[in-house]
């Protein structure tokens, strides 16, 4: 069955630590990943995606995640967290040219001033 | 953001009502989905559109239907609704594999 499991319900962090939020798939052949953030009382937005080519990518906010395609992972990485950061992060796959997308449960995280 | 909005954003019901959600976008996407948000579970799909007229099921579809009848217009439909269905309901377009997210409405089911 397809699924996206994300290992942390909830971090907590002070300012200025660094970040690694675990995020790991089950989805047959070719995927695409994604970190979405959702702020308190916001919307979700995308943080990050990867479609292919390069496995480290890049998003908003200094945000980054590596997809390790034997680990079935896409982490998500900030060296150093900002008050701001509070949020909650989702973990999500789509593929196989379809357009559901899988989210994982997500992981509540707030960050100490 | 993509334009998209969502109407009521806040709405209580007694159990055993119909209720209708509307997701409104300005953005001309093919695809349109309807999440459900509850704590424990991330978004789960309940529903989503290909194109008008065009409907699939998620993976949470019982007690739900939806309409497509334009492009920028995708309705969520409780049947008669449930206390179950106390949830946050978010509405998201696309073009792409990627999601743009509307702000969401809290149902409360009493």
């Known amino acids: 069955a397809q699924s996206v499991s994300q290992h942390n319900h909830h971090v907590i962090l002070s300012e200025a630590a660094s970040l690694e939020l675990g995020c790991n798939y089950s989805?047959?052949?070719?995927?695409?990943l994604f970190w979405y953030v959702q702020y308190p009382g916001q919307h979700l937005q995308l943080l990050l995606k990867?479609?292919?080519?390069?496995?480290l990518v890049k998003g908003i906010k200094g945000f980054e995640a590596e997809f390790i395609k034997s680990k079935f992972s896409f982490n998500l990485r900030k060296p150093s967290v900002q008050w701001s950061d509070t949020a909650e992060y989702f973990c999500?796959?789509?593929?196989?040219?379809?357009?559901?997308?899988?989210f994982g449960a997500g992981t509540r995280l707030f960050v100490k001033a | 953001d993509a334009g998209i909005t969502q109407s009521p954003r806040h709405k209580v019901t007694e159990t055993g009502t119909p209720v209708t959600l509307r997701c409104h976008q300005t953005?001309?996407?093919?695809?349109m989905y309807w999440y459900r948000q509850d704590p424990g579970h991330g978004l789960r799909l309940i529903h989503y559109?290909?194109?008008?007229?065009?409907?699939d099921k998620g993976e949470v579809s019982d007690g739900y239907s939806v309409s497509r009848s334009k492009t920028e217009d995708f309705l969520l439909t409780l049947e008669s609704a449930t206390s179950s269905q106390t949830s946050v309901y978010f509405c998201?377009?696309?073009?792409?594999?990627?999601?743009?997210f509307g702000p969401g409405t809290r149902l409360t089911v009493t």
């Open positions: 559109s290909y194109g008008v007229k065009d409907t």
């Open positions: 999500a796959v789509n593929g196989n040219g379809g357009f559901k997308t899988i």
């Open positions: 990867y479609f292919s080519g390069d496995p």
């Open positions: 998201a377009t696309g073009d792409s594999y990627e999601q743009y």
């Open positions: 989805y047959g052949g070719t995927v695409n």
């Open positions: 953005e001309n996407h093919r695809y």
